[in-house]
């Protein structure tokens, strides 16, 4: 998970205590675990809120931080490294927009949006449009 984006997780039975299981989650300082907790009613739970199944526990932290010190959601890991290739320039509208030019390979972090995804050249990071790019094939 060292080299995935911020919010790329995996959920794994935990080592320490088989038939539990444990959630990694990439933070900005490394990554964190923690222990998948469940009631007597078996209820999963990292903090307060309860669920039926990992699947609802994983679904809510994709809009709530799974972390009390830092915010960090979760976002599905991209297959690989998907990188991309710009078929025209983009200017961004808005903040948090990533400016490129015709030719810029792009490393897309995130595709959950069907016409705009986050990518990255270098250090800089934001949105563009989907539309703007093609496969990359070095």
Known sequence: L????E????????ESSPGDFSLSVKCSDGVQHFKVLRDA?????????KFNSLNELV????????S?????KLRDM??????????????PQEPGELEFRRGDVI??????????????IGTRKGLFPATYVTPYHS
């Open 2 to 5: 060292l080299n995935k984006h």
């Open 7 to 14: 919010g790329a997780f995996l959920i794994r039975v935990s």
């Open 41 to 49: 009613q078996g209820k999963f739970f990292l903090w307060v809120v």
């Open 59 to 66: 679904e809510y932290h994709r809009t709530a931080s799974v």
């Open 68 to 72: 009390r010190s830092q915010d960090v």
């Open 78 to 91: 991209v297959p690989e490294e998907c990188l991309v290739q710009a078929l025209y320039d983009f200017t």
């Open 107 to 120: 490393t897309v972090t995130d595709r959950t949006d069907q016409h705009w995804w986050h990518g990255e």
